[in-house]
């Protein structure tokens, strides 16, 4: 019988594959023929699920979004499902998901091409002679083995493109990591690098994003690059990487522009731009051809990074935005100028307060709260702590209730406040009628797991499992075989553990809650877990052989999530939490220095042991030398 999903997903396929050779307005066409094939196709059932996300293996309804995944990664039953468009890398299966279902885990779809660039083997490259622009900004042009160019230019034949989120970005890009490269750029920007970019420097960041404009195209917007961050190593990125595969001339003379720095109006093929990341800039298509550019960012250690909430608040209000069901135009722009803000914020410290924020007025099966992406607030007369703070960790984490994302279940009104006076919401939440059956349900997790019965030894288990020859008797029973209770015994404490271990727990469409699991310290809400883990499964009777008599009697979802701590506020009813998930609150230290002065001793002072001016400024002779050693150009 022929699947009529797979005749829609190689519909599909044709459709994008056409699109990806297309340049220019053709490119269009074939972008909104593909949006009339997934308008008219209805939703099919989830092929399977992977790392949190619903999978189908063709297009249709909710799942309009296609996505790369390591076919390695999936169920060998489903594997034949999903096609390999990619013929390149076969190892490449594609899948279709749900926008509504992505969350901050999610959002971004990473693909690994380290096997694919280290097919090459050591592939060392040069970059001349870096010129000094304006603004800090360096141009120097890449050389590469044959093998290494050949490679680069099939990036865009690989077809791996998807639409940014972001309006704002213009073109289309995939992301990719590949260590091999990073590794060869490493090592060129080692040897040409001037002095003062060289301290500290560790690494290119092996995270890729490959770019694609179109002429037509709407430009890149001006925007300061979102930076890496690792808070374990102290290692930040400070200074941008894009290196241009295809040479051209701007569209209204400006193929790149830094707002406060020079206009490029043409570049050449294996061009590399190197500059601050606080640098705002803007990129435009060509005249005439394809641009296409990688961007990734030279990360550095630095320990005297300072902290402050006002960043980690931006970022996070951010992708949450970002991220909301059929997110409203509007929304987007509010997204894109958060992520700005937070960006340019780790450099200058905390903006000014803007004059007005997005708030979201949520609701879940009666339940009401409010919610701007990094702050919640609840009505304590209608909800116990704990209800909070799962409520608040549904929604950060866009955790999956029956199937479908939490986000997606929420009945959601965008409001527009003033930041200043935020006494209106307390007045909207009590307001708001209560719910009328409660959101969650106390689970008694022992009961799901009876004790086993007492085996009997007279209770053995036949000798033929295919019971023609040696069938069961009558009055056999699995629940008192003693190879079966001992498969059944060691499965139930499995479950156990994990089960005990989830603060919430969810059963179809039941949520149940362990209260326990929520822990007040002082102002703090810690969550009580050890992973997340997939569905957990157990209890029952399917095959013939003694493992197989302990099944699947019910799937759970135990929702065992690793989050810092909340914090949480109350003022009378109201009660007011706040989660920072990315831990994104790092920036620039703005503290004062103190400079010693130096001055030259006499004779009568000098320690022969001893190097005053040195020891007061922390340095030694070779870093003082190197210091303030002329970069050299």
Partial sequence: MTDPGAELRDQFFALWRERGAAAGPRDGEHEAALGR?????????????????????????????????????????????????????????????????????????????????????????????????????????????????????????????????????????????SAELAAALTAALRESLPRRLQAGFVAVNPVFRCNRFEPGDPPFAAHVDSPYYDRSRHHVSKHTLLIYLSAGDGDGGAALRFVDGPTIPSIAAMTAFVFPQQLAHEGRPYLAGRKLFLRTELIYADPRLEHTSGVAELFARACYLGTQPGSAPELAALAHEAYDRAAAAHWRGPPEPAAERPYLHKS???????????????????????????????DLLNAAVDGAPFRQLCRSTVLIRGTAD??????????????????????????????????????????????????????????????????????????????????????????????????????KVHILSSERLDPVHFA????????????????????????????????????????????????????SETVPVPRVLDGRDVDTDASPWLTAAGLDLARLRAETSPDED
């Avoid at 701007?372 to 703070?389: K, M, N, Q």
């Avoid at 059944?488 to 727990?505: D, K, S, V």
């Avoid at 065992?560 to 920036?587: I, K, T, Y």
Wanted: aromatic share 10%; with cysteine; net charge neutral.
């Fill in 37 to 177: 094939l997934l308008a008219a196709s209805p939703t099919p059932a989830p092929t399977t699920r992977l790392q949190g996300l619903a999978l189908s293996h063709c297009p249709g309804g909710r799942f309009r979004q296609l996505r790369f995944i390591a076919a390695s990664e999936l169920e060998l039953a489903v594997r034949p499902a999903f096609a390999r468009p990619c013929a390149a890398l076969p190892e490449l299966a594609a899948a279709f998901v749900d926008p509504d279902e992505l969350s901050y885990h999610s959002f971004e779809n990473i693909l690994g091409l380290d096997a694919w660039f280290g097919a090459l083997g050591p592939a060392p490259m040069h970059l001349t002679r870096l010129r000094h622009l304006p603004a800090g900004v360096l141009s120097g042009r890449l050389q590469v083995s044959a093998p290494l160019a050949a490679r680069l230019a099939q990036l865009d034949a690989l077809g791996l493109y998807v639409r940014p989120f972001d309006p704002a970005r213009g073109g289309q890009r995939f992301i990719f990591h």
């Fill in 364 to 394: 879940f099966r009666g339940a009401h709260f409010v919610t701007d992406g990094h702050d919640y607030w609840f009505d304590l007369r209608a909800l116990t702590l704990p209800e909070c703070a799962a409520l608040a960790l549904l």
């Fill in 422 to 523: 935020r006494s209106w919401i307390a007045a909207l939440l009590a307001a708001q009628a209560p719910a009328e059956e409660p959101v969650f349900a106390r689970l008694n997790k022992q009961a799901l797991f009876p004790e086993p019965e007492e085996p009997l030894a007279t209770m053995e288990f036949p000798g033929s499992p295919d019971f023609h020859d040696d069938p069961f008797p009558d009055d056999w029973d699995a629940t008192r075989n003693p190879r079966v209770l001992a498969v059944y015994t060691r499965a139930r404490r499995w479950a156990l553990q994990r089960i005990f271990a989830a603060p919430i727990t969810v059963l179809g469409k039941q949520l149940f809650l362990d209260p326990a699991r929520f822990v007040v310290i002082a102002d």
């Fill in 540 to 591: 029952g009777a399917s095959f013939f052989g003694p493992d197989d008599f302990v099944g699947v009697d019910v799937t759970l979802g135990a929702l065992q999530p690793l989050v810092p701590p909340m914090s949480l506020g109350r003022a009378g009813d109201l009660l007011h939490l706040r989660c920072d998930l990315f831990r994104n609150s790092w920036m620039v230290s703005h503290r």
